[in-house]
């Protein structure tokens, strides 16, 4: 592991909604708390993207996007 220092990211992929909330939000806590200096990233993907559960769990809202993927071309 690098050192504590050193910043760590996480990104999570989703498909925009979660299936066993709150525990997401939980574990990412935990991650908070097992991995110093660790901040985590959100992208949903999909119609269906709750911004805020994807906020819940990255606690920043500068941290979370998404893309439906339905514009036209």
Same mark, same amino acid.
Do not use: W
């Given at each position: 592991? $690098?050192?504590?220092?050193?910043?760590?990211? %996480? &990104?999570?992929?989703?498909? !925009?909604?979660?299936?066993?909330?709150?525990?997401? @939000?939980?574990?990412?806590?935990?991650? $908070?708390?097992?991995?110093?200096?660790?901040? %985590? &990233?959100?992208?949903?993907? !999909?119609?269906?993207?709750?911004?805020?559960?994807? @906020?819940?769990?990255?606690?920043?809202?500068?941290?979370?996007?998404?893309?439906?993927?339905?514009?036209?071309?």
């Amino acid at each position: 592991m $690098r050192p504590s220092y050193v910043p760590k990211i %996480i &990104y999570l992929l989703s498909d !925009g909604r979660t299936h066993d909330y709150p525990k997401d @939000t939980e574990m990412a806590d935990l991650l $908070r708390q097992q991995i110093d200096n660790s901040d %985590i &990233y959100a992208y949903g993907t !999909g119609e269906y993207v709750a911004i805020s559960e994807l @906020t819940a769990i990255t606690k920043v809202t500068t941290r979370c996007s998404s893309s439906s993927f339905s514009q036209k071309v």
